[in-house]
Structures are given as C-alpha cells and as structure tokens.
C-alpha cells in the first residue's frame, strides 16, 4: 500500500502528469494490498468517461472556444461600456460584468481571460489602470465562470454527487450575482484619481452597441431558458450553444470560418483529452478508496465532533490548500467522492455542500504556485506574475469573502433551487 502511494508521489513530483502518478498508485495499491482484479480497474475508468452528462462538458468548452474564434466578445465589451463608462472606474466594472456575462455563455475560465481580458487590459492602460491591476482583476473576474451558469465544476460535481445539474446550475445563480457586487466595490479602490474620466454615452451609441450585442447575449436566454423549462437537458443545451455559436459567428457576425471552427475543436480536443484521463485516474483512486473504507473511516471520525459550519469550513481550507497544487478539476474528482458520506452524515444539503467546494475551487485559481488563470491572465497582458502578485491579494479576498458567505447563508445556494422540482 505503502509502495503505491510512494510511487505515485515520486511520479507527480517528477513532472508525470497527474492522472499518470494517480492512476499508477491506485492500480499498484488495488491489485497489491487489496487484491482487485486487473480488469475492474479498465471498466471502472472507462465507466467515469461513459455518461452522457460529462459530455456537456466539452461541448460547452467547444462553444466558448468558438466564441473566442468569432470575436463575439467585442461586442459584449461595447454593450456594457456604453452603459456604464460614466461610472468612477467603468472600465472595471466593464471588465467584471463582461467576464460574468462571457462565463454565462460558455462556462469556461480561461476562455474568459483571454476573450475579455485580452480586450480590456490594453483599454484600461489606456485610461489610467496599471496593466498589472487590470490582468489580476481579470484573474479574479473570471472565477465567475465557476458560478454562473453553464459551470463546469457544476456539471463535474453534479455527476459526481448524484445531484441535479440543473439545480446546481440554479444554485450558482446568487452567489455569482454577489461576488460581482464584491468585487466591483473592491476595484473602486484602484480608481483613483488618474484614472481618465470619460462621457455619457449617447442614447444613439448605447442602441447601436446594443443591436450588436444582442445576437450573442441572448445565448444564455437559450440556453440556460430551455434547461430551466425543461425542454432539454444540460447536455443537449450544450449542443445547442454550440451550433447557435457558430450560426452567428458565421451568418450573423460573419467572423467566423472554417479554419477557426477547426482550431476551435482542437484547442477543445487537447483540453479535454487531459480532463477525461484526470475523470479515469480518479474514478479508480475513488474504487480503491472505497474499498479501503477511507469515507467511512472519516465519517466515523468527523461526524461526532464536527458542527455543519465547521465541517464546511475545514473543506474549505482543503480546497483551498490542494487548489494552490492541483487543478480544480482534480480536487473536485478526488475529493467529492470521499467528502460525501460526511455530508450526508451531518444533514448538510448537498446543493449547499457543492456551491461551497465550487467558491473555495475558484481561490485556487489565482493561488501560486500552480495557478493557471494568473499565468494566462500574465501572458495576455504581457506582464510578469509576479508583479501581478501584490494587487491580485485583495480581489482573492473577495473570493474568501464570498466562500464564507455561502457557507454560513446556505439559502444563497438552496433559495432558487427550491422554487423549482428536481
């Protein structure tokens, strides 16, 4: 057992891929200290990859991808600026809403950071911000992905905890509309004074921005409209956002060819293909800590001493910590399975359980060391990391903020989901 876990350690601190120094620990330990046979392990992994709900997933990715290709977010920029660049420090407020706004439509983070925040960087150095205020903001503005529906992390926990995907979508509602808020006052602090001042936009420029806006911001009406009314499942809304992405980038915007309907599916081929290992290595890990009884073990040490609120806060600490060293991909496939038995042991809601994992991921994303939105957000900018450091600190703060919100107001998550029958 030992030896395994040895293994597996050695492989991940060598530069293997994750699922390479999972996947190997698990299998040694499963066929030597528990005596499972080699062919449970093939038809468990395959099992994780073979339901139709984490095909959502890639889908959705595929339509962000799209949207980066087709330069719809452009548009979206304009809208909300012409709205709101009157405000002391519009531009940021720009950026948020954009940010939240993009991550309604696809669901993904990085996508996000390079579509919005590949715009905004350059216009807010021009009207005064530093370029490494702006790249933080955009690092912490795109964690709204994880809320907002579509949300990845939601349709992975969804699978992974049995619950309705659909709910959890409903569930990211609130939070996500707070950690705007959250954030939009805290960036009214890096406004000061040499930040330009800029005029009303005229009733004529806000209609003009917003014809051209309206064919790519109605996407989340659809989409999102048809999965709350039940007319199609997540994974068929994701279907859908895919082809009504590519009619108006193709008909409607007329940006978008077949050359970069193709770089769009590869980009979404190579991510993916790392996600669907990581969901394999992780399906047999949870096999062999079952038959280890590791959830029972912690449920039988956790249950009798823990309050709800405790408990809540300790997985947050966890996510938080493992998400400073591991993609939040990976801590939601390895954690769920062995936190759950707990959850349901100490009556917390697992709607509720799952918004807190998804708010306390969202930190990991901009924590060093591994912290793939900050290196993005970096390598748009064209500014180091760590200069990106110092100014990032009090926007995680509102990540931190937002986490202990949800987990001491559960209604945040569990209101809407509650109008509704799951």
Same mark, same amino acid.
């Given at each position: 057992?030992?030896?395994?876990?040895?293994?597996?350690?050695?492989?991940?601190?060598?530069?293997?891929?994750?699922?390479?120094?999972?996947?190997?620990? *698990?299998?040694?330990?499963?066929?030597?200290?528990?005596?499972?046979?080699?062919?449970?392990?093939?038809?468990?992994?395959?099992?994780?990859?073979?339901?139709?709900?984490?095909?959502? =997933?890639?889908?959705?990715?595929?339509?962000?991808?799209?949207?980066?290709?087709?330069? *719809?977010?452009?548009?979206?920029?304009?809208?909300?600026?012409?709205?709101?660049?009157?405000?002391?420090?519009?531009?940021?407020?720009?950026?948020?809403?954009?940010?939240?706004?993009?991550?309604?439509?696809?669901?993904?983070?990085?996508?996000?950071?390079?579509?919005?925040?590949?715009? !905004? =960087?350059?216009?807010?150095?021009?009207?005064?911000?530093?370029?490494?205020?702006?790249?933080?903001?955009?690092?912490?503005?795109?964690?709204?992905?994880?809320?907002?529906?579509?949300?990845?992390?939601?349709?992975?926990?969804?699978?992974?905890?049995?619950?309705?995907?659909? *709910?959890?979508?409903?569930?990211?509602?609130?939070?996500?509309?707070?950690?705007?808020?959250?954030?939009?006052?805290?960036?009214?602090?890096?406004?000061?004074?040499?930040?330009?001042?800029?005029?009303?936009?005229?009733?004529?420029?806000?209609?003009?921005?917003?014809?051209?806006?309206?064919?790519?911001? #109605?996407?989340?009406?659809?989409?999102?409209?048809?999965?709350?009314?039940?007319?199609?499942?997540?994974?068929?809304?994701?279907?859908?956002?895919?082809?009504?992405?590519?009619?108006?980038?193709?008909?409607?915007?007329?940006?978008?060819?077949?050359?970069?309907?193709?770089?769009?599916?590869?980009?979404?081929?190579?991510? !993916?293909?790392?996600?669907?290992?990581?969901?394999?290595?992780?399906?047999?890990?949870?096999?062999?800590?079952?038959? !280890?009884?590791?959830?029972?073990?912690?449920?039988?040490?956790?249950?009798?001493?823990?309050?709800?609120?405790?408990?809540?806060?300790?997985?947050?600490?966890?996510?938080?910590?493992?998400?400073?060293?591991?993609?939040?991909?990976?801590? !939601?496939?390895?954690?769920?399975?062995?936190?759950?038995?707990?959850?349901? @042991?100490?009556?917390?809601?697992?709607?509720?359980?799952?918004?807190?994992?998804?708010?306390?991921?969202?930190?990991?994303?901009?924590?060093?060391?591994?912290?793939?939105?900050?290196?993005?957000?970096?390598?748009?900018?064209?500014?180091?990391?760590?200069?990106?450091?110092?100014?990032?600190?009090?926007?995680?703060?509102?990540?931190?903020?937002?986490?202990?919100?949800? #987990?001491?107001?559960?209604?945040?998550?569990?209101?809407?989901?509650?109008?509704? @029958?799951?």
């Amino acid at each position: 057992m030992y030896g395994g876990g040895i293994l597996g350690f050695l492989f991940l601190s060598s530069g293997a891929p994750v699922f390479v120094a999972f996947g190997i620990a *698990a299998i040694l330990i499963g066929v030597f200290s528990l005596q499972i046979p080699w062919g449970t392990f093939g038809v468990k992994g395959v099992g994780m990859v073979m339901n139709s709900t984490l095909l959502a =997933i890639p889908l959705f990715v595929f339509a962000g991808n799209i949207a980066l290709e087709c330069k *719809a977010a452009r548009y979206l920029i304009d809208f909300f600026d012409s709205l709101v660049r009157q405000i002391r420090g519009g531009s940021a407020l720009v950026l948020i809403l954009s940010c939240g706004f993009f991550g309604a439509i696809t669901g993904s983070i990085l996508a996000a950071i390079v579509a919005i925040g590949g715009l !905004m =960087i350059p216009i807010m150095e021009e009207q005064g911000y530093p370029r490494n205020i702006s790249a933080a903001l955009t690092v912490a503005s795109s964690t709204l992905a994880m809320l907002i529906p579509p949300s990845n992390v939601f349709i992975i926990y969804g699978f992974l905890a049995e619950v309705s995907v659909t *709910a959890m979508f409903l569930a990211g509602i609130l939070p996500g509309l707070l950690l705007i808020v959250i954030l939009s006052v805290v960036a009214q602090f890096f406004s000061g004074t040499s930040v330009k001042e800029r005029q009303k936009a005229t009733k004529q420029e806000k209609w003009s921005a917003f014809k051209k806006a309206l064919p790519f911001a #109605i996407m989340p009406i659809v989409v999102l409209g048809g999965i709350y009314s039940g007319a199609f499942t997540p994974t068929e809304a994701a279907g859908i956002a895919v082809w009504y992405t590519i009619f108006i980038g193709a008909f409607v915007y007329r940006t978008l060819g077949w050359k970069d309907i193709y770089k769009s599916a590869v980009s979404t081929v190579s991510a !993916m293909g790392m996600i669907f290992m990581i969901a394999i290595a992780a399906g047999i890990l949870t096999m062999v800590f079952t038959q !280890m009884q590791i959830p029972q073990i912690l449920t039988q040490a956790i249950s009798g001493y823990l309050s709800e609120y405790i408990f809540l806060l300790m997985c947050t600490l966890v996510m938080f910590f493992l998400g400073m060293f591991l993609d939040g991909f990976i801590v !939601m496939f390895v954690v769920i399975p062995v936190l759950l038995p707990t959850v349901r @042991q100490l009556g917390i809601d697992p709607i509720h359980f799952g918004i807190v994992l998804c708010s306390a991921a969202s930190i990991g994303l901009a924590t060093p060391p591994v912290c793939i939105g900050l290196y993005t957000a970096a390598s748009i900018s064209n500014t180091s990391s760590q200069s990106m450091i110092k100014p990032l600190i009090p926007f995680v703060g509102c990540l931190v903020i937002l986490c202990v919100f949800v #987990i001491f107001l559960p209604g945040l998550s569990t209101y809407l989901p509650s109008l509704f @029958q799951f």
